[in-house]
């Protein structure tokens, strides 16, 4: 689970107290859990009637979550990442290799 999402309910320019956050960390993990479908039942439990409309947007919500999870975890999507991995220790080592040795431990 990404913090992004629990710092999307409960934003880190502002101060909150510890009940916040213990909600909105809950709240995140629902969603990463169940998806939207978590606001319903939380509604429901709280006595607020969950009509027609409401269900068919957390539904929407939720496929269209699927279909980019979906993507982002597809075969080009995995090389992309791979070959970004492989240019960025490419670069490093040759960073080392031009400049040497930048640190050692007791080293002046």
Same mark, same amino acid.
């Given at each position: 689970?990404?913090?992004?999402?629990?710092?999307?309910? +409960?934003?880190?320019?502002?101060?909150?107290?510890?009940?916040?956050? *213990?909600?909105?960390?809950?709240?995140?993990?629902?969603?990463?859990?169940?998806?939207? +479908? *978590?606001?319903?039942?939380?509604?429901? =439990?709280?006595?607020?009637?969950?009509? $027609?409309?409401?269900?068919? +947007?957390?539904? +929407?919500?939720?496929?269209?979550?699927?279909?980019?999870?979906? $993507?982002?975890?597809?075969?080009? =999507?995995?090389?992309?990442?791979? =070959?970004?991995?492989?240019?960025?220790?490419?670069? $490093?080592?040759?960073?080392?290799?031009?400049?040497?040795?930048?640190?050692?431990?007791?080293?002046?």
């Amino acid at each position: 689970m990404s913090l992004l999402v629990v710092w999307s309910r +409960c934003s880190r320019t502002f101060l909150f107290g510890k009940l916040k956050l *213990h909600g909105a960390v809950a709240s995140a993990v629902a969603s990463f859990n169940e998806g939207a +479908c *978590h606001i319903s039942q939380v509604l429901q =439990k709280l006595g607020v009637e969950v009509n $027609q409309i409401m269900s068919s +947007c957390v539904l +929407c919500e939720d496929e269209l979550r699927i279909k980019k999870a979906q $993507q982002d975890s597809s075969a080009v =999507k995995r090389a992309d990442r791979i =070959k970004a991995w492989v240019e960025k220790k490419l670069e $490093q080592a040759r960073l080392v290799t031009e400049e040497g040795a930048t640190y050692g431990a007791g080293a002046f």
